[in-house]
């Protein structure tokens, strides 16, 4: 796990879309996880703007998308298929059909869920997943106590989960309580996982899941076990790691020819 400590979610954003330039330049058919929710706005902004401007193009890329609400209409603004249009996808030149979510308005959802991860295998693998945590430790949308190993499923949403996504919605009445969500055990067959956090109410989950042990209870932390795992994160996500010195150190002293 490599921890990389930046002075804001713009040199985040950057320093994830240089990542994600490489991949695409040199594997133009590469395949893209996609989070929602606040944390990779800078990085989408970041890639918008490169394709705007330095003709970064994803028409052969793929993106598949972590997890997606239950109950909510197709169509809804809050839907993360929605979310990923208006805030990535439909921004850069991705082929529609080359973008994927889970179907979370399934008659059967676990027949769906089954088809999710079998078109991620047909796609090749993620090559790289960017990811947010949630203040109690999740990725995609795997809740404290979830499986380490687990693939595409649906879960029931904690509260606080719902309690922190009610400001997409106009009340928390609104927010659905179910979710499908790619499993752990999806996130970690992808190549790199990029993970980004700023603000100061990451850094109890960010010193959780990178110091804390691996457990099923900070989901996160599964990360440690990942073999090219890169955790971007702003000064005040990283105020409680004790190890700070020793990776910004090591970040400082990198070579250069290895990239992230
Ligand atoms: C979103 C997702 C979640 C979020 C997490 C952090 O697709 O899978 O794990 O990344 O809840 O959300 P933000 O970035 O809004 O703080």
Redesign the pocket.
């Known amino acids: 796990m490599e921890v990389i400590i930046l002075p804001s979610s713009k040199e985040i954003g950057a320093l994830a879309a240089d990542a994600i330039e490489e991949l695409v330049r040199t594997k133009p058919a590469a395949v893209l996880g996609l989070?929602?929710?606040?944390?990779?706005l800078p990085i989408y902004d970041e890639l918008a703007r490169r394709h705007d401007q330095d003709g970064l193009s994803f028409t052969q890329a793929h993106g598949f998308?972590?997890?997606e609400y239950v109950g909510l209409p197709v169509g809804h603004p809050e839907s993360?298929r929605e979310v990923i249009r208006r805030e990535f996808t439909n921004r850069v030149d991705v082929a529609p059909d080359n973008v994927h979510g889970p179907d979370g308005s399934a008659a059967d959802i676990q027949a769906a869920c089954l088809g999710y991860e079998e078109a991620i295998k047909a796609a090749g693998g993620v090559d790289l997943q960017i990811?947010?945590?949630?203040?109690n430790g999740?990725?995609?949308?795997n809740e404290p106590g979830s499986s380490l190993a687990s693939r595409t499923r649906i879960k029931t949403l904690a509260d606080q989960?719902r309690q922190?996504?009610a400001r997409f919605f106009d009340t928390i009445d609104q927010v659905p309580h179910h979710v499908v969500?790619q499993g752990l055990g999806t996130i970690m067959a992808a190549r790199h996982v990029v993970l980004v956090a700023f603000g100061a109410g990451?850094a109890a989950a960010v010193r959780d899941f990178v110091e804390g042990p691996v457990t099923a209870s900070c989901p996160a932390s599964v990360l440690q076990f990942h073999p090219h795992a890169t955790i971007l994160v702003d000064e005040a996500a990283a105020a409680q790691l004790a190890g700070a010195a020793t990776y910004r150190h090591a970040y400082d002293n990198k070579p250069e020819w290895q990239g992230l």
Request: charged share 10%; glycine share 16%; net charge negative.
């Open positions: 989070a929602t929710g606040s944390s990779p998308a972590l997890d993360y990811l947010g945590v949630g203040t999740h990725i995609g949308f989960t922190d996504n969500t990451k």
